[in-house]
Structures are given as structure tokens and as C-alpha cells.
């Protein structure tokens, strides 16, 4: 998938849903901390080719 294209109301739900999720699970689990590096390894599967 490349793009998402969302009417402006449509976004703003999304956005909304999201937040509220995120705010159970911390409620349930814990904070989620913020951090600046990337701790999901990008490059799984084997490389393609061309």
C-alpha cells in the first residue's frame, strides 16, 4: 500500500479512534514510551531482486 486518501472528516475520526485506543491500552499496560531510534528491524525476508 502506498497511499491512504481520506476525506478531512474521515481523518479526523481516524485520528480520534486511534488516540482513544492507544489511551485504553495505556490504561491496561502501561505508558508507551517514545523513543528516538527505530527498534523494529526494517529489512525482513530476503533481498529482492530486479
Known amino acids: 500500500m502506498e497511499h491512504i486518501v481520506l476525506m ?3 481523518a479526523k475520526r481516524l485520528l480520534k479512534a486511534i ?3 492507544i489511551h485504553y491500552f495505556e490504561v491496561a499496560h ?3 514510551k ?3 531510534q527505530v527498534l523494529i528491524p526494517l529489512n ?3 533481498a ?3
Request: hydrophobic residues 15%; proline residues 11%; charged residues 20%.
Open 8 to 10: 478531512p472528516q474521515h
Open 19 to 21: 488516540g482513544e485506543n
Open 30 to 32: 502501561g505508558e508507551i
Open 34 to 36: 517514545e523513543t528516538e
Open 44 to 46: 525482513f525476508g530476503p
Open 48 to 50: 529482492g531482486q530486479a
